[in-house]
Nanobody, 123 residues
Framework: QVQLVESGGGLVQAGGSLRLSCAAS????????VGWFRQAPGKEREFVAA????????SYADSVKGRFTVSRDNAKNTVSLGMNSLKPEDSAVYYC????????????????WGQGTQVTGSS
């Protein structure tokens, strides 16, 4: 079992930066693949980024590639999502999720989810 808690969201002017953290507990976290997803009001949840168990492989949605960076520190049981050059269209609730298979863009592939943290990029 894995428990995940996101933090670090907030309101930032367009062009600014935020860093989200996902704190995890549970024996299986070190071997889990992690994905970041976001969901804006009235829209379906969409894939943002993924990282494998060792942190050596990452993938990103085209909409955030070059602006967002996902990383993990297994010793501290944390996964982070750095967000630069934020745009109003990045505004959403961001979720971290853990699962068995690296790189999946489908929410149903992830068994464990955090509660989400709000990110707002203002105009």
């Amino acid at each position: 079992q894995v428990q995940l808690v996101e933090s670090g969201g907030g309101l930032v002017q367009a062009g600014g930066s935020l860093r989200l953290s996902c704190a995890a507990s549970g024996r299986t976290f070190d071997s889990a693949a992690v994905g970041w997803f976001r969901q804006a009001p009235g829209k379906e949840r969409e894939f943002v980024a993924a990282i494998n168990w060792s942190g050596t492989r990452t993938s990103y949605a085209d909409s955030v590639k070059g602006r967002f960076t996902v990383s993990r520190d297994n010793a501290k049981n944390t996964v982070s999502l750095g967000m630069n050059s934020l745009k109003p269209e990045d505004s959403a609730v961001y979720y971290c999720a853990a699962g068995s298979f690296y790189g999946s863009t489908y929410p149903r592939s992830y068994a464990y989810w955090g509660q989400g943290t709000q990110v707002t990029g203002s105009s």
